[in-house]
C-alpha cells in the first residue's frame, strides 16, 4: 500500500519491520526473550489450530510449524529487532514475528525469502489473527513464566532468611528504632521478620497467575472474532496451554480481554509490594554492615569487589545497593504502566507495548534482585560479635529492658554513671552491687529477650 523496499538478502525480517525501524529506529533495549517465546507459542498454536480446522493446507502449515521450532529452540533472536515501544499497539513487533517466521517457512520448503505468494506474513502466518489477541496473550505467556521463576527465587531466600533465623536465634542484639537505640531483640528474630515479609510476597506471586490466565485468543481486532471461524476460536487457546504447560482458560468476554489491563495492574502492584520488601531488607542489612569501623558493623558481608578506585581496602555492599536500585526501578516502572493502562481509549489499548516491555523487566529486575539478595547475600552474612555485644551493653537502651527489674531510679543513676564513666551497663550495675554479672547475664538470655511479654506473676523479674 505505501511502497516497495530493498530487503538485504540476508535478513528474515520484511518491509513491515523495515519500515518500523525507519521510523522508531534501533531498539535501545532488546524484546523480552521470554516475551518472543510466548509469542511464538502463540503462533504455533494458530498454526496448529488452523492445519486441524483444514483452513491452512499440510506443506505450509507444517513449514511454518518447522520455523517456530527452530526459532524456539535458538538463542538468537536477533531478526526479532523493532523497538519495544513501537506505536501501533504491537503491530511492529507482531509483524516482524510474522515475517521472520514466514521467511525461515519459506526457505524450509525450499523457496526463496520473499516469495509470500506460497507463504504470507499476513495470509498463512497470521491466519485468523490480530495484533490485537496475539500481542496481549503472548504477554499474559509470558508473564506466567516469569512468574513461575520468580516464585521458585522467593521460595528459595525465604529459606535462606530461614536458615539464618534459626542460626542466630541465640545472638541478642539492640534493636533500633528511628535508627536510634532501642530495646534488646536478636538476630534470629530479625530474620524472621524478614523470612515472614517475603513469605507474604511468595503467596501474593502464587496467587497472581491466576489472575492473568484468561487469555484473548481468537477476539481478533475487537474481540468478535471477526474473520476467524468458530472452531479457531474454541481451539486454538487449548493448543497454547498444551504448548505452554500453563493453566491458561480463554476469556468468557474477549471485548473487555482485548482492551483492559486491569488484571496486569493487579500483578505488577504485588511485584511492586515485593520491590518494596527487597528494598527494606536489603536496606537493613546494608546498614548493619555500615562502616564497618565507623558505623554499626554488626554483619559482616561477602567481598565480592573492591569498592574504590582511590580508598585502598575499601568493599561497598554492591549487592545490597544493586537490590534497592533495582526495587526503586520497579516502583517508578509501575507508575508508568498504570497511567498507560488507564489511557486506552474505547476498544483498543494503544500502549501495550509500554505495558507488555515494562511489566516483563520488572519481574525480570525482581527475579535478578530475588536471586542475588539470597545468593550472594543472605547465605554469606556472618556476624561481628564484639561489635553487637560493645553496641548492646554499651548503650543506655539496655537500662529501659533493666528496669523492670531494678526499678526506674537505679536504671536512671546507671545510666548517669555509664555517661560518667564510659563503663558499660554490665560493669557497673555488677560494680554497684545492684546486679551481679551472672544475674545480668541471665536477665539477658535470648530465651527472655524472645519470650513475648512477661510472664504473669513474675513481677517484673525477667529471670523468673
Not at 99 to 107: G, H, S, Y
Not at 147 to 167: C, G, P, V, W
Amino acid at each position: 500500500m505505501l511502497g516497495e523496499k530493498e530487503i538485504p538478502d540476508d535478513k528474515y525480517y520484511g518491509i513491515h519491520t523495515l519500515r518500523a525501524m525507519e521510523n522508531f529506529g534501533p531498539a535501545i533495549e532488546a524484546i523480552d526473550p521470554v516475551f518472543i517465546k510466548g509469542y511464538l507459542f502463540v503462533k504455533k498454536a494458530a498454526c496448529l489450530t488452523n492445519i486441524e480446522i483444514k483452513t491452512l493446507d499440510e506443506r505450509r502449515g507444517r513449514a511454518i510449524i518447522g520455523a517456530i521450532d527452530a526459532l524456539l529452540a535458538s538463542r538468537d533472536h536477533s531478526q526479532i529487532c523493532v523497538n519495544p515501544l513501537s506505536g501501533g499497539a504491537g503491530t511492529s513487533i507482531n509483524m516482524n514475528v510474522n515475517e521472520v517466521i514466514a521467511n525461515m517457512a519459506l526457505e524450509l520448503a525450499g523457496r526463496k525469502k520473499g516469495d509470500y505468494a506460497f507463504i504470507s506474513p499476513l495470509d498463512h502466518v497470521n491466519m485468523h489473527q490480530s495484533t490485537n489477541d496475539t500481542f496481549p496473550t503472548a504477554l499474559r505467556v509470558a508473564m506466567m513464566l516469569r512468574l513461575k521463576t520468580l516464585e521458585n527465587a522467593l521460595i528459595s531466600l525465604q529459606e535462606s532468611l530461614q536458615a539464618r533465623e534459626k542460626e542466630f536465634s541465640d545472638v541478642v542484639r539492640l534493636a533500633r528504632t528511628e535508627l536510634m537505640d532501642a530495646l534488646p531483640t536478636t538476630v534470629g528474630m530479625q530474620f524472621s521478620a524478614y523470612a515472614e515479609a517475603i513469605g507474604r510476597d511468595r503467596w501474593r506471586i502464587f496467587k497472581s497467575e491466576e489472575r492473568i490466565k484468561t487469555v484473548n485468543l481468537g477476539g481478533t481486532a475487537i474481540g468478535t472474532g471477526f474473520g476467524a471461524p468458530q472452531e479457531y476460536i474454541f481451539r486454538a487457546w487449548q493448543h497454547l496451554k498444551a504448548l505452554s504447560g500453563l493453566s491458561l482458560t480463554r476469556a468468557e468476554n474477549l471485548v473487555d480481554s482485548t482492551q483492559n489491563f486491569d488484571q496486569i495492574i493487579e500483578v505488577m502492584a504485588m511485584v511492586k509490594a515485593l520491590a518494596v520488601n527487597i528494598m527494606k531488607i536489603s536496606g537493613d542489612i546494608r546498614l548493619s554492615a555500615s562502616g564497618p569501623e565507623g558505623g554499626l558493623g554488626e554483619f559482616i558481608l561477602p567481598s565480592l569487589q573492591e569498592g574504590s578506585s582511590i580508598m585502598a581496602g575499601k568493599v561497598n555492599p554492591v549487592i545490597a545497593e544493586f537490590c534497592a536500585q533495582s526495587s526503586l526501578q520497579v516502583i517508578a516502572n509501575d507508575s508508568a504502566i498504570a497511567t498507560a493502562a488507564g489511557l486506552g481509549n474505547l476498544d483498543l489499548n494503544q500502549y501495550a507495548p509500554l505495558i507488555a516491555h515494562m511489566s516483563l523487566k520488572n519481574l525480570n529486575l525482581m527475579e535478578m534482585s530475588v536471586s542475588l539478595l539470597d545468593q550472594k547475600l543472605v547465605r554469606g552474612i556472618k556476624l561481628s560479635m564484639d561489635r553487637i555485644n560493645n553496641n548492646l551493653h554499651g548503650s543506655l537502651a539496655i537500662l529501659t529492658y533493666l528496669s523492670l527489674t531494678i526499678g526506674h531510679d537505679r536504671a536512671s543513676e546507671t545510666a548517669f554513671k555509664m555517661k560518667e564513666t564510659g563503663k558499660s551497663a554490665r560493669e557497673i550495675l555488677d560494680e554497684s552491687g545492684i546486679l551481679s554479672v551472672q544475674k545480668y547475664d541471665e536477665l539477658v538470655r535470648p530465651e527472655n529477650i524472645r519470650m513475648l511479654g512477661i510472664k504473669t506473676g513474675s513481677k517484673g523479674d525477667l529471670s523468673t
